[in-house]
């Protein structure tokens, strides 16, 4: 590097400014770093960021309507919905042309699949139209034809659903999500009988809580009385906490129905003891005691192993000096030990409570009809029923809550306290 005086630049020993020559080097410096870092981030990219985004967009996605039938798309924007007549006889000419294109690339059956989601009724009407669609004089006229096919086709509400729905953007699939629906009079509740929804979202919410409270109150002490032992002795007894890892979910589901059902292992041996009578077999499977029971056996670990990794840190010295200050056994855990475990409680109960929060082969298995989950009617949706946009936008709503917990629960704990070792 060469000298320098005031006013002069500084330089580099080949005469390139020092500043620049520095940039350069920073800028190299933070490219080789990205691209030590750029596997990760492709991976995080396409194996979570980009699901959840397409998850996002499948939530409000509508294109189906404009691309079957674009042309009744665009003269329908013109037809007043509240006037209680139905379209005019341009509306049923654009119907007819776009009919005919979708019926010979077989898209309105699925127009009247995603449609019949909104309206009970519109699939059947799509198909059987489309039976008829080439038996129809092209030469119009076609609203008389189409009255013909079929006398939904003179109901306004038919045509008030193919126009709210004509916008590439819906926001039905969330409508559904809260048990509500569109309809010419704007945003309503569905029937009380058709609410599933929300109640399943409340029954999600409140079982996990009762899992996750009782992985907390089996695993604390198991996780003590491993802290407490020497290594050598809680090591071996870790080998049984970590076990159920080492076995399929499944088989352990399907073990717990065995185990619950009325004439299963544990109803016999409280008949055997005598502490039940054989009419009175207690009813443990198909029900929310079923779920809470074989959840919480198999979340228990993810409880116990935060908790243990913590109180491993504390040292006993401080409870015998509070024993010494004249506090009892229960005064010294209570203000001593507990306080300092406080941080494993937090990271067992979230990690559970996420766990519980999206199961669903284990509700689905032991739970019956009061037992399951919203997760299970997601994966309804997304393998049964195909209805991808609402199973997306009740994921989305699931995503929501678990936030919302985060955030509160960092307002009262602070996600800084939690710990997993």
């Given at each position: 590097?060469?000298?320098?005086?005031?006013?002069?630049?500084?330089?580099?020993?080949?005469?390139?400014?020092?500043?620049?020559?520095?940039?350069?080097?920073?800028?190299?410096?933070?490219?080789?770093?990205?691209?030590?870092?750029?596997?990760?981030?492709?991976?995080?990219?396409?194996?979570?960021?980009?699901?959840?985004?397409?998850?996002?967009?499948?939530?409000?996605?509508?294109?189906?309507?404009?691309?079957?039938?674009?042309?009744?798309?665009?003269v329908l924007k013109e037809w007043d919905s509240g006037s209680g007549e139905t379209p005019d006889e341009e509306v049923y000419a654009a119907l007819y042309d776009d009919l005919v294109v979708a019926v010979d690339n077989k898209t309105h059956t699925?127009?009247?699949?995603?449609?019949?989601?909104?309206?009970?009724?519109?699939?059947?009407?799509?198909?059987?139209?489309?039976?008829?669609?080439?038996?129809?004089?092209?030469?119009?006229?076609?609203?008389?034809?189409?009255?013909?096919?079929?006398?939904?086709?003179?109901?306004?509400?038919?045509?008030?659903?193919?126009?709210?729905?004509?916008?590439?953007?819906?926001?039905?699939?969330?409508?559904?999500?809260?048990?509500?629906?569109?309809?010419?009079?704007?945003?309503?509740?569905?029937?009380?009988?058709?609410?599933?929804?929300?109640?399943?979202?409340?029954?999600?919410?409140?079982?996990?809580?009762?899992?996750?409270?009782?992985?907390?109150?089996?695993?604390?002490?198991?996780?003590?009385?491993?802290?407490?032992?020497?290594?050598?002795?809680?090591?071996?007894?870790?080998?049984?906490?970590?076990?159920?890892?080492?076995?399929?979910?499944?088989?352990?589901?399907?073990?717990?129905?065995?185990?619950?059902?009325?004439?299963?292992?544990?109803?016999?041996?409280?008949?055997?003891?005598?502490?039940?009578?054989?009419?009175?077999?207690?009813?443990?499977?198909?029900?929310?005691?079923?779920?809470?029971?074989?959840?919480?056996?198999?979340?228990?670990?993810?409880?116990?192993?935060?908790?243990?990794?913590?109180?491993?840190?504390?040292?006993?010295?401080?409870?015998?000096?509070?024993?010494?200050?004249?506090?009892?056994?229960?005064?010294?855990?209570?203000?001593?030990?507990?306080?300092?475990?406080?941080?494993?409680?937090?990271?067992?109960?979230?990690?559970?409570?996420?766990?519980?929060?999206?199961?669903?082969?284990?509700?689905?298995?032991?739970?019956?009809?009061?037992?399951?989950?919203?997760?299970?009617?997601?994966?309804?949706?997304?393998?049964?029923?195909?209805?991808?946009?609402?199973?997306?936008?009740?994921?989305?709503?699931?995503?929501?809550?678990?936030?919302?917990?985060?955030?509160?629960?960092?307002?009262?704990?602070?996600?800084?306290?939690?710990?997993?070792?």
């Amino acid at each position: 590097m060469s000298d320098t005086t005031d006013g002069q630049v500084l330089t580099t020993q080949d005469g390139k400014p020092l500043k620049a020559a520095l940039a350069n080097a920073l800028r190299r410096e933070k490219l080789r770093s990205l691209m030590l870092i750029a596997p990760l981030l492709i991976f995080v990219l396409i194996t979570f960021v980009a699901p959840i985004a397409d998850m996002l967009f499948r939530s409000v996605e509508n294109g189906i309507v404009a691309d079957t039938l674009p042309k009744t798309v665009v003269v329908l924007k013109e037809w007043d919905s509240g006037s209680g007549e139905t379209p005019d006889e341009e509306v049923y000419a654009a119907l007819y042309d776009d009919l005919v294109v979708a019926v010979d690339n077989k898209t309105h059956t699925r127009l009247g699949s995603r449609l019949n989601y909104e309206e009970s009724g519109i699939s059947s009407l799509f198909r059987k139209t489309g039976r008829r669609i080439k038996r129809m004089d092209e030469a119009g006229p076609f609203k008389d034809q189409f009255l013909a096919a079929d006398k939904k086709w003179g109901d306004v509400e038919t045509w008030q659903v193919l126009q709210r729905y004509s916008p590439r953007l819906t926001p039905g699939y969330f409508l559904n999500s809260f048990d509500a629906h569109q309809t010419a009079e704007g945003i309503e509740l569905k029937p009380a009988d058709q609410r599933i929804y929300m109640f399943l979202f409340g029954r999600t919410l409140f079982l996990s809580i009762v899992i996750t409270v009782s992985c907390l109150l089996l695993g604390y002490p198991i996780a003590y009385l491993l802290a407490a032992l020497p290594l050598r002795t809680s090591n071996l007894l870790m080998i049984l906490v970590l076990l159920p890892f080492w076995t399929s979910l499944l088989v352990r589901t399907s073990a717990w129905k065995v185990l619950l059902q009325q004439q299963g292992v544990i109803n016999d041996f409280l008949v055997w003891t005598g502490l039940i009578g054989d009419a009175s077999r207690l009813v443990m499977i198909n029900n929310q005691t079923g779920t809470i029971i074989a959840m919480t056996h198999i979340l228990l670990p993810f409880m116990i192993l935060p908790l243990y990794s913590v109180m491993k840190t504390i040292s006993p010295s401080y409870v015998r000096a509070a024993k010494s200050l004249g506090a009892n056994d229960w005064t010294a855990f209570w203000r001593v030990y507990f306080p300092q475990s406080v941080p494993g409680i937090g990271a067992g109960a979230v990690l559970v409570f996420i766990l519980s929060i999206g199961y669903y082969i284990t509700p689905e298995l032991v739970g019956g009809t009061s037992g399951i989950f919203i997760s299970n009617r997601i994966a309804y949706h997304i393998s049964s029923s195909l209805n991808w946009g609402l199973a997306a936008a009740l994921g989305t709503l699931l995503l929501v809550a678990v936030l919302m917990l985060f955030i509160v629960y960092d307002r009262i704990v602070g996600i800084d306290n939690v710990k997993l070792g």
